[in-house]
């Protein structure tokens, strides 16, 4: 007696097919979901401000959540050994986008290097490195000018600062593109030169320059100075940048003029700054805080680390010292050197005659090649500014228009609280 065999209909094995699909799918599905949720969720911390007490007794770290998640900070070490901390502003958690002030209280020795470890409740590990900072508790600065070309020249202070940030500014209307920069900054002195990007040889220029002493004052005018180190180079192809965090609360437009203040990689380099979170706004006293890297424009595309001085004050205009002052922001107007400069824009006092200090430098980032500033002409009433670019890949030094930022003093002078 024989049994016969049937095969499966295609109705139940279509059924069956669906239901497997159905399976495999529901399973990836969920799998996907949980690596999504991973990737996403990430935690990052930076320290975005530094402040050193009297005799560098605490430090007073400003930590921004640059990730997607909340972080929660249970423990830190200083130099691999556990320390207290307290939240001046802000907590121990710190939202997505937010930023909290931490306060270590250590015997720190002014000019040692600290490395600081910050664990999270979710495990995460951040590093952070600084070098301890005697500030001065007197405010001194002094303006002055030199003439400077493609070797490093030696500028004697007439103050001694603790920790002297410097910022300059050459003039010129011809000639090559150039940039102020700075190396063996100290206490009575620094060297300075101008260089081109193309590394051609830069006849002598004027180069003003303002020497400001670190740390957050409120006189003879609302101000600070910082500093800090980066390898972070914003370029044509990709404006990466740092951000930094202001130490006080300002009001109105302000300026921010910044420099590179080393030369631990030779190669050239200049610095830019902009807005928060928009590389073509201008900084805002409204935000928390400001973009700031190196800029390598169209000829540098990564670099050594250098460091970068900053000065930031509210627009105004005053008198020191006997001294007539204006710091100012110019309108998104300032075009390029090869375009028809000077870019013109108005004191908002008067002057007896051309101020001879001037410091320039632009505050956004809207030309993809990257550029800066430059001083190209100086009158009582006005003065005449230009976006300059690097000939490293084409010979155009044409630019769209920037907002810039400047500072001007009519004479040369130091000053003492």
Same mark, same amino acid.
């Given at each position: ?12 094995? #279509? ?50 959540? @640059?990730? &997607? ?6 423990? $830190? ?60 508790? &007197? ?26 940030? $410097? ?11 150039? #940039? ?50 980066? +390898? ?18 300002? @009001? ?14 030779? &190669? ?5 700054? @902009? ?12 935000? =928390?805080?400001?973009? $700031? ?8 595309? @990564?670099?050594? =680390? ?43 006092? +008067? ?48 630019? #769209? +228009? ?11 002078? =130091?000053?003492?609280?």
């Amino acid at each position: 007696m024989s049994r016969s065999k049937k095969a499966l209909s295609p109705v139940i094995a #279509t059924v069956i097919l669906l239901a497997v699909v159905i399976a495999v799918a529901l399973v990836t599905a969920g799998w996907l979901s949980s690596l999504t949720v991973s990737f996403m969720d990430i935690e990052e911390l930076r320290v975005t401000n530094e402040s050193w007490g009297q005799d560098c007794s605490y430090v007073d770290l400003t930590l921004r959540n @640059s990730g &997607t998640s909340t972080v929660t900070i249970n423990g $830190i070490k200083v130099n691999s050994q556990s320390t207290t901390f307290t939240f001046i502003s802000g907590s121990e958690i710190i939202s997505s986008g937010e930023s909290a002030v931490m306060r270590i209280t250590e015997a720190f020795i002014p000019g040692n290097t600290y490395s600081v470890l910050f664990t999270t409740l979710k495990s995460s590990v951040f590093y952070w490195h600084l070098e301890a900072r005697l500030l001065a508790s &007197t405010f001194r600065m002094e303006w002055g000018t030199t003439i400077a070309n493609s070797t490093f020249k030696t500028v004697h202070l007439q103050n001694h600062y603790e920790s002297p940030i $410097i910022v300059c500014s050459p003039s010129y209307n011809s000639g090559v593109p150039r #940039t102020g920069r700075l190396k063996d900054v100290s206490s009575e002195s620094f060297k300075v030169k101008v260089q081109n990007p193309s590394g051609l040889v830069v006849p002598d220029t004027l180069v003003c320059y303002w020497v400001v002493e670190e740390g957050v004052w409120d006189s003879p005018f609302k101000m600070e100075a910082g500093k800090y180190s980066t +390898s972070t180079v914003g370029e044509n192809n990709n404006w990466r940048y740092d951000y930094r965090d202001y130490g006080q609360a300002y @009001s109105g437009k302000i300026v921010v003029l910044h420099q590179v203040m080393s030369n631990d990689d030779p &190669t050239w380099i200049t610095s830019y700054v @902009s807005r928060a979170n928009s590389r073509t706004d201008p900084p805002r006293s409204s935000d =928390s805080g400001f973009r $700031i890297a190196l800029n390598g424009a169209e000829a540098v595309d @990564s670099h050594g =680390s250098e460091e970068i001085g900053y000065v930031i004050l509210q627009e105004a205009t005053g008198v020191v010292d006997g001294v007539k002052w204006e710091a100012k922001q110019t309108s998104d107007s300032v075009n390029g050197f090869g375009n028809s400069p000077p870019y013109y824009t108005s004191f908002g006092q +008067s002057f007896s005659q051309p101020p001879a200090v001037v410091l320039a430098c632009h505050q956004e980032a809207d030309g993809g090649d990257g550029g800066w500033a430059e001083v190209y002409s100086v009158a009582a009433t006005q003065l005449g500014l230009a976006v300059d670019e690097d000939q490293v890949r084409d010979s155009e030094r044409s630019h #769209t +228009s920037e907002t810039c930022g400047f500072m001007v003093f009519e004479s040369v002078e =130091s000053y003492v609280e």
